[in-house]
T-cell receptor
Framework: AQTVTQSQPEMSVQEAETVTLSCTYD???????LFWYKQPPSRQMILVIR??????QNATENRFSVNFQKAAKSFSLKISDSQLGDTAMYFCAFYDNNDMRFGAGTRLTVKP | ETGVTQTPRHLVMGMTNKKSLKCEQH?????MYWYKQSAKKPLELMFV???????ENNSVPSRFSPECPNSSHLFLHLHTLQPEDSALYLCASSQEGHGPGNTIYFGEGSWLTVV
């Protein structure tokens, strides 16, 4: 079974700085998909970014980018120029064979 | 606003009560899901409906009963719950079932407290 591990329960960053959230996963499959979801205090889960395992190029969405290390089974999220609105829980998720699993989340606080 | 609406947003119920959570999606999706989010635990998938048919039930106790009358609506009927069932229940939808090309859109959740 796949597991998704987020080793940082909480993190904080100063506004305008860069922060990286870690995620590792365990799988024996070669083709799969990885996601980062954001859950702000409003509780609405929002997709931030996704990565297909067969693509070597790291996905980027504006200030959000990932560092996908397939051999290391690592999928970290980098947030550049952090904004106060980035304060939220961030969940890493893994999809494979009709099974989607989430990590326990990292609570990120952006400080003014 | 992601197009997935859940009601009620907050619910407090006794262990002998019967209540229901409602989810409606306006995205034209064919798959809908119930997830349970407890404090400090990963999201737990409870049920999956694909084209109104239940395709997955992750060993959820029978005191939780889903109903999907059509592709746009999903209910979670609650009966004789336990205090440990208190959690945020998230509804979600996607174009089809869990699939790599199908982004999952979540509702805002229904916060359930069992007393």
């Amino acid at each position: 079974a796949q597991t998704v591990t987020q080793s940082q329960p909480e993190m904080s960053v100063q506004e305008a700085e860069t922060v990286t959230l870690s995620c590792t996963y365990d799988t024996s499959e070669n083709n799969y998909y990885l996601f980062w979801y954001k859950q702000p205090p409003s509780r609405q889960m929002i997709l931030v970014i996704r990565q297909e395992a067969y693509k070597q190029q790291n996905a980027t969405e504006n200030r959000f980018s990932v560092n996908f290390q397939k051999a290391a089974k690592s999928f970290s999220l980098k947030i550049s120029d952090s904004q106060l609105g980035d304060t939220a829980m961030y969940f890493c998720a893994f999809y494979d064979n009709n099974d989607m699993r989430f990590g326990a989340g990292t609570r990120l606080t952006v400080k003014p | 606003e992601t197009g997935v609406t859940q009601t009620p947003r907050h619910l407090v119920m006794g262990m002998t009560n019967k209540k229901s959570l409602k989810c409606e999606q306006h995205l034209g999706h064919n798959a809908m899901y119930w997830y349970k989010q407890s404090a400090k635990k990963p999201l737990e998938l409870m049920f999956v409906y694909n084209f109104k048919e239940q395709t997955e039930n992750n060993s959820v106790p029978s005191r939780f009963s889903p109903e999907c009358p059509n592709s746009s609506h999903l209910f979670l009927h609650l009966h004789t719950l336990q205090p440990e069932d208190s959690a945020l229940y998230l509804c979600a939808s996607s174009q089809e079932g869990h699939g790599p090309g199908n982004t999952i859109y979540f509702g805002e959740g229904s916060w359930l407290t069992v007393v």
